[in-house]
Nanobody
Framework: QVQLVESGGGSVQAGGSLRLSCAAS????????MAWFRQAPGKEREKVAW????????WYAESVKGRFTMSRDSAKKTVDLQMNSLKPEETAMYFC??????????????????WGPGTQVTVSL
């Protein structure tokens, strides 16, 4: 049973930074895809970044390129999302998710099989 738990959310002023962490258990990295999504009130869930075991360069949404960095620690089975220069419009619930096949990395939320409960990020002016 795959279990994902996010941590590190909180409140920050615009321009500030937060580091999210996703602790994962119950799965093997082989051929899996892990991603970070976010969902603001009244909006659709959007993918922010994803990576696979064999990838040295995570994919990022255009809106976060250069500001967000996704990294993983295979030994600890955690995947972090360093978020810098945060903007108020990035206030959202942030989720980590796993797809059982890396071929679905490019897909939307429906292609991801396991989800954490989420962690709230609030960015104020």
């Amino acid at each position: 049973q795959v279990q994902l738990v996010e941590s590190g959310g909180g409140s920050v002023q615009a321009g500030g930074s937060l580091r999210l962490s996703c602790a994962a258990s119950g799965y093997s990295w082989n051929n899996m895809c892990m991603a970070w999504f976010r969902q603001a009130p009244g909006k659709e869930r959007e993918k922010v970044a994803w990576t696979t075991r064999g990838s040295s360069n995570p994919w990022y949404a255009e809106s976060v390129k250069g500001r967000f960095t996704m990294s993983r620690d295979s030994a600890k089975k955690t995947v972090d999302l360093q978020m810098n220069s945060l903007k108020p419009e990035e206030t959202a619930m942030y989720f980590c998710a796993v797809s059982v096949s890396s071929q679905y990395c490019l897909g939307g939320p429906a292609n991801f099989n396991y989800w954490g409960p989420g962690t709230q990020v609030t960015v104020s002016l």
